[in-house]
């Protein structure tokens, strides 16, 4: 065997050394699970017993033709996470704006619009849930504002917007951080030359910062997609799912069909159908956001 042969033999055995063991961790956390969800959802498995039968696609079926529950889950999902991804990036971007100005406690309001982020969904489920019950409540009572006592997560038809809000608390801060790192990187000389020019706050906004922030935004729209539409624990904490299920979920919708029902085959197809909705509405959203980074 010639030196260059085993030379280039050599490379790839050092790089199969070094990323052999992430493909395999991913082979196992990931396409194993995969696989084996997919081919559960052609089955009607309940999840504890030993047998099942192979139902074809079936679930599929009722899924998409019967299931009511699944198609409000699906346009409640929709509904938050349109809702969520723009109450994030629009006040991401204001709060960007404001915690980079000259402001001599912009310091202390970073740490205090970011402090939510650290805080897990779950608790601030369960914190909100009280403080939207209980302390409103009282609060509206002892000071006479009627508004504060109205039942904010009993109402299926304006159940959206406590949830949102509550989402909105708990995930802007880390908006904020990267736009304010994307505000940080536009070049000082840019900015004093359009200042020069007699350009506006207003115009240089448009003109160049919101621009220049697209990379921010590319990256801050997808991760807010992503954390909109698999949105679980604080909707489960917060509401449960109600009232009468208007707060559903996918997520919580796929857990109580395979978890709950005990229908795990039919809980999959539902995990299947999601993951592909998933993945369509990302290479969208991959496709325009960065056709729009690369004009701006």
């Known amino acids: 065997m010639s030196s260059g042969a085993s030379s280039k033999l050599r490379g790839i055995g050092i790089t199969l050394s070094f990323i052999g063991p992430i493909l395999i961790l991913y082979a196992i956390f990931f396409i194993v699970p995969l696989g084996g969800s997919l081919l559960y959802s052609f089955t009607d498995w309940d999840g504890l017993q030993n047998s099942f039968n192979w139902v074809g696609f079936r679930n599929y079926a009722d899924l998409l033709l019967h299931s ?14 349109a809702l969520n991804i723009v109450l ?17 406690s912009k310091y202390a309001l970073r740490v205090v619009f970011f402090s939510p982020n650290v805080i ?13 019950s209980s302390v409103f409540y009282e609060l509206g009572t002892q000071l006479g504002w009627n508004f504060l006592t109205y039942s904010f997560l009993g109402n299926p038809d304006h159940i959206l ?21 994307g505000l940080q990187g536009i070049p000082g000389e840019l ?13 240089r906004f448009w003109k ?29 904490a917060l509401t449960g799912g109600g009232p009468a299920n208007s707060s559903q979920s996918l997520a919580i919708n796929i857990y109580r069909e395979a978890f709950t029902a005990n229908s795990y ?4 197809a539902r995990s299947i159908v999601f993951c592909l ?10 496709r325009v956001l960065r056709n729009k980074e690369v004009s701006a």
Request: charged share 10%.
């Open 68 to 81: 009511g529950e699944f198609r409000d889950s699906f346009l409640f999902t929709l509904q938050f996470s």
């Open 88 to 104: 994030v990036n629009v006040f991401g971007v204001l709060l960007a704006l404001l915690v980079d100005s000259k402001l001599k």
């Open 120 to 132: 897990s969904l779950i608790v601030v489920g369960f914190l909100w849930k009280f403080v939207f």
């Open 161 to 181: 917007y406590p949830i949102a809000g509550v989402s909105l608390w708990s995930s802007v801060g880390l908006a904020m951080v990267i736009y304010l790192a």
């Open 191 to 203: 900015k004093e030359a359009m200042h020069v020019d007699g350009a506006g706050s207003w115009t």
């Open 208 to 236: 160049m910062t919101l621009p220049l922030l697209m990379p921010a935004i590319v990256s801050n729209v997808f991760l807010t997609t992503t954390n909109s539409f698999k949105v679980f624990d604080l909707i489960l």
């Open 265 to 268: 085959g039919s809980g999959t």
């Open 277 to 286: 909705f998933i993945v369509i509405v990302m290479l969208i959203q991959f």
